[in-house]
């Protein structure tokens, strides 16, 4: 029922900003928990960040970004956008934005939709 597109990935210097956006589609985006994880080569899955739909209306960050990461969403625009600034090296890895509805899960197994992803690099 939603398809999920992200964009916004590339190379920064640590302590830079990039800002990452996710296209989603469907009829009722407002409604749907958006989340961002990430996966770096040989790591698991981890959890980044999590918006909750119009029924929720509250956001969620792990540890390791809280502070510097920001996510947000326009519901006008059916879009999801995590800011990501002061980057460090341990913040690369492929970015996916994911979504679910009637939950606020921080793990991926609660997320039925999923995109493919968006490459950040952090260089020292």
């Known amino acids: 029922q939603v398809q999920l597109a992200e964009s916004g990935g590339g190379l920064v210097q640590t302590g830079g900003s990039l800002r990452l956006s996710c296209a989603a589609s469907?009829?009722?985006?407002?409604?749907?928990?958006m989340a961002w994880f990430r996966q770096a080569p040989g790591k698991e899955r981890e959890f980044v960040a999590i918006?909750?739909?119009?029924?929720?209306?509250?956001?969620y960050y792990a540890d390791s970004v809280k502070g510097r990461f920001t996510i947000s969403r326009d519901n006008a625009k059916s879009t999801v956008t995590l800011q990501m600034n002061s980057l460090k090296p341990e913040d690369t890895a492929v970015y996916y934005c994911?979504?679910?509805?009637?939950?606020?899960?921080?793990?991926?197994?609660?997320?039925?939709?999923w995109g493919q992803g968006t490459q950040v690099t952090v260089s020292s």
């Open positions: 994911a979504a679910t509805w009637g939950t606020v899960p921080r793990e991926p197994a609660g997320y039925a939709y």
């Open positions: 918006t909750g739909g119009s029924w929720s209306g509250t956001t």
């Open positions: 469907g009829r009722s985006f407002s409604y749907y928990t």
